[in-house]
């Protein structure tokens, strides 16, 4: 099984799918439109929107008039979580490799 962090990394590691997520940053919009501003037919923005909604990056609804998605940032929180935690760790071996010795914790 894939972990969230995974799903999340791999769903944002294709141009397009980054793309979609930042136009919804405007809030939530119809399929159309969103094809219409990444320029991508609607068959190939519904494979793009499946791995998204998959990963938790959005939310799909449908209505008489058509279907609708939305951002949802919170899976982003993992990720930035990781990436934080292992900047910290790459930062203090540098300091280590520098200094020859391990960095001094603040009191």
Do not use: Y
């Amino acid at each position: 099984m894939i972990s969230a962090l995974d799903d999340t990394l791999l769903a944002l590691a294709d141009p397009t799918r980054r793309r979609i997520f930042e136009v919804l940053f405007a809030g939530e919009s119809s399929v159309a439109d969103v094809a219409s501003a990444v320029g991508a037919e609607q068959d190939e923005l519904s494979n793009h929107v499946v791995i998204l909604e998959e990963a938790g990056l959005i939310t799909r609804r449908r209505q008489d008039n058509g279907e609708f998605i939305a951002a949802d940032p919170t899976p982003l929180e993992v990720a930035a979580e990781w990436i934080n935690t292992n900047r910290e760790l790459w930062a203090m071996r540098s300091q280590i490799e520098d200094t020859g010795s391990a960095p001094v914790s603040p009191q």
